[in-house]
Structures are given as C-alpha cells and as structure tokens.
C-alpha cells in the first residue's frame, strides 16, 4: 500500500456530514490510487474540542504517526492508520476502513474477548515505547473541567457537567461526594500520586467504539488522548463503558488485568486510577443511573454505582 501523504492520493472523497467526529473532527471516506478503501478524518484546534482541552496544537495521532510510535506499536497491537499531512495547522488522518469490524458502542464483550483484548493492551504497556508528544495526566483527568468546557465553547456538554455533579452529590454517601467533587476542581494530589507511579505508554481511550479484530490483532483508533502515566490508568477509564451492557463483573475483570500484569501488577496505582476515572467521568455515571430511557439499563447503572463508590474509597484513603 502507497503511504498517502497529501490529497492527491485520495480519489473520491464524501465528506460524512452525519458522522463527524464526537470532538468536531470532520469524517469522510475515500479510495486510495491502489483501491484499497480509507476513513479520513480533518481536525484542528478550530474544529476539533478535544484536541484544544488537552492542549495539542496539532493532530496528536499526527505527530504519534510522524514520529513513528504508531508504526512501532507490539505484535497485536495495531493502529488503523495508513498515512498523515498537516497543513496549515490543519490535520489530516487517513485510516484502513475497518467498516463493521469496528466493535461499536453496544457491543457485549465475552469473555474470552475480553481476556484477549487485555493481553493485547498488556503488550502495548510492556512495549517501552516512549513518543516525543503525548497527553498531559492534569488534561486528561480534567478533560470534562466545566470551567474549561465554558472556555472553549462547549456550552451544553459544561450544562450536562453540572446536571451530571449534582446528581452525583444527590446519590453518593455525602463525605465521598463532597470529597470526589472538591477533587474535580482541585485534583493536584490525585495527578502527584498518579504520577509517582511507573508509567508506560496508553492508548489513552480503549472503549469499544475505537476497536476492532483483525485476526488476532487488537486494532485501535482515535489514539488523541494517549498519554503517559499508569497503566492501570487505562484499565480504569475502560470500565465506565466497556462493561456497560456486559454480564462480566469489573472485579473479574480487573483480577484477570492483575494476572496478566504479574509482578509489574501496582495495587496503589489502580486504586488511584479507578478515583481518578471517577474524578473524569463520575458525571456522566450518575446522570446514566437517573436518566437512562431503558429502566432495566438504568437500575444496572444505579447498581453499579456503588462499586464506583467502594473503589473511590480506596484511593481516596491512599491520599490522606
């Protein structure tokens, strides 16, 4: 396949005005010269929200594929992207159209799958690599600030925030509420601790909607948010989504990512990185167990609630 690596390269492109990217980033598809069949995706910090709240100039998939960490990824590991330009401050990302493969925000991991995708990401956090850009902890934890969503522009996700704080005091045990919700606007401990721990290289947002199987490949989209820190700091911040509509319990789950991780398995990390995952999206969880059209999905969602809470517990005696 030729590397594309400016317009010229592509033939056919519709832009997907129903499909644009969660953050702003415009979608489209395309045909490279070879026929091989492409997702193309355009962003800059005019366009793109996530890309301004975590402080990237530019594309960070484009600066991870220029300074070749995402051609160097472990066996099993891969990235769907095939080629990347900027110009004029503008990105452009040209990825394998992985279609249907694209595991998607519905889907119910089983078990097995779920024990592979692990082992897969396990790979990535043992793989030493080290890229020259990457996201900051303070802006990823902080990525859903009100304040900074107010900033950039995002006036009804920063309104949903604060719906979604306010539910989180009216169900969580009071001390924990008022203790997590001062984190939020003051995590300075929590990002200390965090980064006192090993850090690796993470994919930064391993939900199922940026997955696919290719064989035995774990293939991985939308790397904007890969940072360096914890890696149980990814384990975390998957399970608020990826066992949603799953039977598989989070304690199973992550007593199978403490098998896998042997002896590099870090107790304290995972505690501070399941509050910091709360810190993140605890928001979003309570709004889910109020608000969800299903009630059978919204009593799940209640129920889990107070797992969130234990394990908030944890961290937050970790730091006092």
């Known amino acids: 396949m030729d590397?594309?690596?400016?317009?010229?390269?592509l033939i056919d492109e519709v832009e997907l005005s129903d499909h644009a990217g969660l953050s702003g980033a415009r979608i489209s598809r395309a045909w490279l010269r070879d026929g091989t069949a492409v997702v193309v995706k355009r962003s800059s910090t005019d366009e793109d929200l996530f890309q301004r709240l975590l402080g990237h100039p530019v594309s960070l998939e484009h600066a991870l594929w220029q300074d070749g960490t995402l051609r160097r990824l472990p066996t099993g590991v891969r990235s769907a992207i095939v080629g990347t330009?900027?110009?004029?401050g503008r990105a452009t990302i040209v990825m394998v159209d992985l279609g249907?493969?694209?595991?998607?925000g519905e889907h119910i991991f089983r078990p097995d799958e779920a024990l592979a995708m692990l082992e897969r990401v396990d790979r990535l956090h043992r793989s030493g690599l080290r890229p020259s850009t990457y996201t900051p902890l303070d802006l990823l934890v902080s990525l859903f600030d009100r304040r900074g969503l107010r900033e950039h522009g995002a006036t009804d996700l920063a309104v949903d925030v604060e719906r979604g704080w306010t539910a989180f005091r009216d169900t969580a045990p009071s001390a924990?509420?008022?203790?997590?919700?001062?984190?939020?606007d003051r995590p300075g401990n929590l990002l200390e601790a965090l980064k006192a721990r090993p850090a690796t290289f993470c994919h930064g947002d391993i939900a199922a909607?940026?997955?696919?199987?290719?064989?035995?490949?774990?293939?991985?989209?939308?790397?904007g948010q890969a940072f360096m820190g914890p890696p149980a700091l990814e384990i975390a911040r998957f399970l608020p989504s990826g066992l949603v509509r799953s039977e598989l319990d989070p304690d199973w789950?992550?007593?199978e990512y403490r098998a896998i991780s042997g002896n590099r398995f870090d107790g304290d990390a995972l505690a501070l990185s399941l509050l910091a995952t709360l810190v993140w999206y605890g928001w979003r969880k309570a709004l889910d167990a109020i608000e969800t059209a299903d009630l059978k999905q919204?009593?799940?969602?209640?129920?889990?609630?107070?797992?969130w809470w234990d394990e908030a517990s944890r961290g937050l005696r970790l730091l006092h």
């Open 3 to 9: 590397t594309p690596t400016a317009d010229r390269h």
């Open 85 to 88: 330009w900027l110009e004029d």
């Open 100 to 104: 249907d493969n694209i595991l998607g």
């Open 176 to 184: 924990l509420a008022q203790a997590v919700i001062e984190m939020v």
């Open 209 to 223: 909607v940026n997955m696919a199987w290719d064989n035995d490949d774990l293939v991985l989209v939308d790397w």
């Open 253 to 255: 789950l992550l007593a």
């Open 298 to 307: 919204r009593a799940r969602e209640a129920a889990a609630l107070s797992w």
